[in-house]
């Protein structure tokens, strides 16, 4: 019994030291979206902005590789309007040899508080050689009015790229010699208690 608990719990120390992992969050901000569709009295205006965290860094030379955050979330436009972990998501990436972002591409849609749908995204495309660079950040709200509901989209666009910010955080690394301690100190506190049990039973047995 004693030998199986202990393989438990060299086990478990083994898998928590493997668990460590570093977590990356990428922070957007993005240019001033310009109206440029309007057919009722709400426009957007503003910026895209927000986050989204991953499980670890993003590698190097992925070419518009898809990721899936473990939580996201992006602001924008006038009335704000917050699209977080629940909203439909589309996030790739392409970066360098050194992992730094050289290409992407974003898309979000959820629902305000108000019902209305909003949607927002941006693709950067880097210049080939032969092709320029491309880039856009468009805010969509699909909204309806009193009167009429169905009645109205706006869309604002910005031609100038956004910008991402990388933090990354190391997670807290198990120290082997601790580990070593802790097992043999709970090697030490077993072996106490088979003690302790094999006095009660020999009491017992008198």
């Known amino acids: 019994m004693t030998v199986k608990i ?3 719990l060299a086990f478990g120390l083994a898998v928590s030291m493997a668990a460590n992992a570093d977590t990356e969050t990428l922070y957007y901000t993005g240019s001033d979206v310009t109206p440029v ?41 006038d009335p704000l309007s917050n699209l977080n972990s629940s909203a439909q998501n589309l996030f790739l ?14 898309a979000l849609t959820g629902t305000t508080s108000s019902g209305n749908t909003f949607s927002e995204g941006s693709a950067f495309y880097p210049t080939d050689g032969t092709s320029p660079a491309s880039s856009q950040d468009v805010m969509e709200l699909d909204y309806s009015t ?23 955080v190391a997670a807290p690394e ?33």
Do not use: E
């Open 6 to 8: 202990l393989g438990l």
């Open 37 to 77: 569709t309007s057919n009722g009295p709400l426009s957007v205006s503003g910026n895209i902005y927000g986050y989204l965290t991953l499980d670890a860094p993003l590698a190097a030379n992925l070419s518009a590789a898809a990721v899936n955050p473990s939580v996201f979330s992006f602001n924008g436009g």
């Open 93 to 106: 990436f392409s970066t360098d040899a050194s992992s730094n972002i050289t290409a992407w591409i974003f």
């Open 146 to 168: 009193q009167d009429n509901p169905n009645c109205c989209t706006s869309i604002g666009v910005a031609t100038t790229p956004g910008t991402w910010t990388v933090a990354s």
């Open 174 to 206: 198990i120290d082997p010699t601790s580990a070593v301690g802790g097992l043999m100190l709970l090697l030490g506190s077993l072996a106490v208690i088979r003690g302790r049990t094999k006095a009660v039973q020999a009491l017992r047995a008198r």
